[in-house]
């Protein structure tokens, strides 16, 4: 289980053949699967690693501040 709120932007690339999660507090903090939830899994084991890396190294970890945009309401037909 994880203990972080960052957000997590998952997306299919078709350069990389692959879903790529993208944490965009976290930069550069991302990871990549066959699925959407291993993504998301990697995703998870990055975000632990980077925030290691920053504790160990003094660097400034940042508030989990990213929302993303809500989706466009459809208009009344």
Request: with cysteine.
């Amino acid at each position: 289980m994880t203990h972080h709120r960052y957000h997590i932007n998952v997306f299919w690339s078709d350069a990389d053949g692959c879903w790529i999660a993208d944490v965009p507090d976290l930069h550069p903090c991302s990871a990549h699967g066959d699925t959407p939830e291993e993504a998301v899994r990697e995703a998870e084991v990055a975000i632990g690693l980077w925030l290691d890396w920053a504790g160990e190294h003094g660097a400034e970890i940042p508030e989990a501040e990213y929302r993303p945009n809500p989706a466009p309401e459809k208009a009344a037909a």
